[in-house]
């Protein structure tokens, strides 16, 4: 099953507004890509982050979101700037 | 601004939060027990294992009442894996499953159904509680903590202590200087898990149950990849919630992603038949705080507690942490109610919170354990050696072919030998059972 059909089956409370920013794209372009490979593109397990090799930066799809809070942890750099989602939105499992 | 000030808040509203809540409303406390998720569990994934007696510690014989527990837990499975074998461990004894006073040792849960029942005998008892509400930050006075900043308009509340229960990563934690350093990532797993739907009766037949009764199964070895960790499945009533868990610094180091490991795992020949025909319901993801006793925030400070997994009260090895937070939860309640008894809310009276925790297993447990998360994050080729040498030594053994059986022993030897020298191996056994003594 791919990753998108999973996705497909969740069910969000979507903000207008980004809960995620990435405060310093040079340090994912450069430092994180030379020596990390940029791990949030791999362990984010919603697939949050994803490389954009045109643009030279890391594109956030944060409506994706699953709050699991790993990148809080996992980013090398810590320049992933993740906050809470507003009350009553983001994810909202019905199983969990 | 509304200038009410209740004797307690208490910040999330899975097991420890509710808990706490209980314990304090039942006492006659006023109580405030905030959610940010739309109803309690809402954002709360856990692989499935509740603990009976620590919910029965807060709601006596909640098992007469409407409790939606999936699956009573009467058998319980270790397996350690390769690529495509199993090596089975199990214990089975249904009528041992219950206390002697009837309360289910063991339980499967779905959390987000769960825990909004557990919080609602929080409102039950009398507290009040907000979903929908994120606290964002804690209200000082001079050096106490006297209530929380929440994310609504006019959104401040106040109260005598404020009990942290805001979940891994906690923000409130560090804002109320409980932490001082983020978590480090070899202190956190990721899990990853879905909930399969199948029809009772093929879940009964499957796993060999009667209707109400349940299965765990914890897989180790290859399902994580060279990665430490471990898989799970357990039963529900009308569904499987299959998952794997590792460490976060090891997915950073392997660049692995944890879906395509979930995939793996679901497809190992010893998994894939007891998934056919089931119809993936949901997928789930949340981080699992590891790090143990070492990488514990304080407990306690003037005006606060703090417990669950915003605490890293967790028991990897054993998959606890329900039961943990719990307990804590319920301890945290009490001390509270001591401390409005004495009148004294600052830390020197909260203090007791860490006292009781030290004389029950919450603490104990985690002392015990205390070095095996450095352990876990420093040898994962442990979990890959090891599964191999087990497997391969007891596919020798049942192999029929001719082979007098000391000749087998004696191939067995030498094949371990060979991956690993007896200094190897003593140093190892040594690690592990410094680790888990």
Not at chain 2, 110 to 138: N, S, Y
Not at chain 2, 264 to 292: D, F, M, N, S
Request: aromatic share 8%; with cysteine.
């Amino acid at each position: 099953m791919r990753l998108e059909e999973k996705l497909y089956l969740l069910r969000w409370k979507h903000d207008r507004q980004s809960h995620i920013a990435i405060t310093d794209p040079a340090t994912c372009r450069d430092r994180c890509g030379k020596t990390w490979g940029r791990p949030c593109t791999t362990f984010c397990p919603a697939r949050v982050y994803e490389w954009d090799p045109a643009e030279g930066r890391i594109v956030v799809y944060y409506e994706n979101c699953v709050e699991c809070t790993t990148c809080l942890v996992g980013c090398p750099y810590r320049v992933i700037d993740w906050r809470l989602p507003r009350g009553g939105f983001g994810i909202q499992y019905r199983y969990g | 601004m509304s200038t009410e000030k209740f004797d307690a808040i208490v910040v999330g509203a899975g097991p420890a939060g509710a808990a706490a809540a209980i314990t304090m409303a039942q006492a006659g406390l006023s109580v405030v027990l905030l959610e940010r998720g739309e109803y309690p569990g809402a954002k709360n994934v856990m692989g499935g294992v509740m603990y009976g007696r620590m919910v029965a510690d807060v709601v006596p014989e909640f098992w007469k009442l409407d409790a939606p527990l999936e699956r009573v837990v009467v058998e319980e499975r270790v397996w350690i894996t390769t690529e495509e074998g199993v090596v089975s461990l199990g214990y089975r004894n249904p009528r041992q499953a219950y206390h002697p006073d009837g309360c289910p040792n063991a339980f499967t849960v779905l959390r987000a159904r769960w825990d909004r029942w557990f919080a609602a005998r929080a409102e039950e008892a009398g507290a009040i509680l907000v979903p929908q509400t994120v606290a964002e930050d804690v209200i000082w006075q001079d050096d106490r903590i006297v209530g929380v900043r929440t994310g609504r308009e006019e959104g401040d509340l106040y109260a005598d202590v404020v009990v942290i229960a805001d979940g891994v990563n906690s923000f409130l934690a560090q804002r109320a200087r409980l932490r001082d350093h983020p978590v480090a990532p070899h202190h956190l797993a990721l899990a990853v898990k879905e909930v399969i739907g199948l029809p009772p009766e093929i879940i009964e037949s499957r796993f060999n149950l009667e209707p109400g009764q349940g299965v765990t199964i914890e897989l180790y070895g290859a399902v994580t990849d060279g990665m430490s960790g471990y898989g799970f499945l357990y039963t529900n009533r009308d569904s499987l919630s299959v998952g794997v868990g590792v460490l976060v610094s090891h997915l950073m180091r392997t660049r692995r992603t944890p879906y395509e490991l979930l995939e793996r795992l679901k497809q190992h020949p010893a998994v894939r038949p007891l998934l056919t025909g089931g119809e993936v319901l949901e997928y789930a993801a949340h981080a699992i705080p590891e790090g143990g006793y070492e990488a514990m925030p304080r407990l306690f400070g003037n005006g606060v507690l703090i417990a669950g997994d915003a605490a890293m009260m967790v028991n990897g090895l054993h998959r606890e942490g329900s039961n943990l937070a719990m307990a804590a939860g319920r301890l945290a309640g009490e001390t509270v109610i001591e401390a409005k008894r004495r009148g004294d809310f600052s830390a020197r009276t909260l203090a007791l919170y860490e006292a009781k925790l030290r004389e029950s297993f919450v603490l104990q447990d985690l002392v015990k354990y205390r070095h095996l998360p450095e352990l876990a994050d420093r040898r994962p080729d442990l979990f890959r050696i090891y599964p191999h040498l087990v497997h391969d030594a007891v596919h020798e053994m049942l192999t029929v072919d001719g082979l007098p059986k000391r000749a087998k022993q004696r191939r067995i030897w030498q094949e371990i030998t060979r991956r690993r020298r007896p200094l190897q191996l003593l140093r190892d056994l040594y690690e592990i059972w410094r680790a888990v003594r």
